[in-house]
T-cell receptor, first 115, second 111 residues
Framework: DTGVSQDPRHKITKRGQNVTFRCDPISEHNRLYWYRQTLGQGPEFLTY????????KSRLLSDRFSAERPKGSFSTLEIQRTEQGDSAMYLC?????????????FGPGTRLTVT | KQEVTQIPAALSVPEGENLVLNCSFT??????LQWFRQDPGKGLTSLLLIQSSQREQTSGRLNASLDKSSGRSTLYIAASQPGDSATYLCAVRNQGGKLIFGQGTELSVKP
């Protein structure tokens, strides 16, 4: 039973560049979440999908951010024209909603540094 | 708007002590509450999940309680070990599904 995986684990980019992160959830999970965590803070919700439908987006998700989950499997999070304030750990989680405990399982995260 | 607060922000204890971490939330209309552990630079590991209808959950040396009416949860760690050193986060899930996190308690267990 593989857990949630994220790629890359670390990304260093220059301000103004575009970056894309990938998340592979636990295979049978129908919900996928993205969170952002800055140093010394708890994670903050960005967006989530139920299957391929994006059901909620936080106000933190500016127009420079876009997320997709084609075919309801893996998800990508793209940040366009990166800014230094985008430097953070980006966490992905998945859950099986509709049955069970709705427990969210997290991946190892992608640490983004914008120089 | 749901807000989650964790006290204390940091805690240092000698090995072998029992300890309690506190979490409070402002809106009692939660679906469940999860406690997580996070090691430096790593992702989150789920420790315990308590449904809104439950009062407590136990796993090994860990016991989590929930008092929804007063907006409080505690995580009790028995016989602490240096390997328990990490940041502990609590998060409440609303009806929509997203988790709202506290800022965490950074625990250091000294040998």
């Amino acid at each position: 039973d593989t857990g949630v995986s994220q790629d890359p684990r670390h990304k260093i980019t220059k301000r103004g560049q575009n970056v894309t992160f990938r998340c592979d959830p636990i295979s049978e999970h129908n919900r996928l979440y993205w969170y952002r965590q800055t140093l010394g803070q708890g994670p903050e919700f960005l967006t989530y999908f139920q299957n391929e439908a994006q059901l909620e987006k936080s106000r933190l998700l500016s127009d420079r951010f876009s997320a997709e989950r084609p075919k309801g499997s893996f998800s990508t999070l793209e940040i366009q024209r990166t800014e230094q304030g985008d430097s953070a750990m980006y966490l992905c989680a998945s859950s099986l909603d509709g049955t069970g405990t709705y427990e969210q399982y997290f991946g190892p995260g992608t640490r983004l540094t914008v120089t | 708007k749901q807000e989650v607060t964790q006290i204390p922000a940091a805690l240092s204890v000698p090995e072998g002590e029992n300890l309690v971490l506190n979490c409070s939330f402002t809106d009692s209309a939660i679906y469940n509450l999860q406690w997580f552990r996070q090691d430096p630079g790593k992702g989150l590991t789920s420790l315990l999940l308590i449904q809104s209808s439950q009062r407590e959950q136990t796993s090994g040396r860990l016991n989590a309680s929930l008092d929804k009416s007063s907006g409080r949860s505690t995580l009790y760690i028995a016989a602490s070990q240096p390997g328990d050193s990490a940041t502990y986060l609590c998060a409440v899930r609303n009806q929509g599904g997203k988790l709202i996190f506290g800022q965490g308690t950074e625990l250091s267990v000294k040998p």
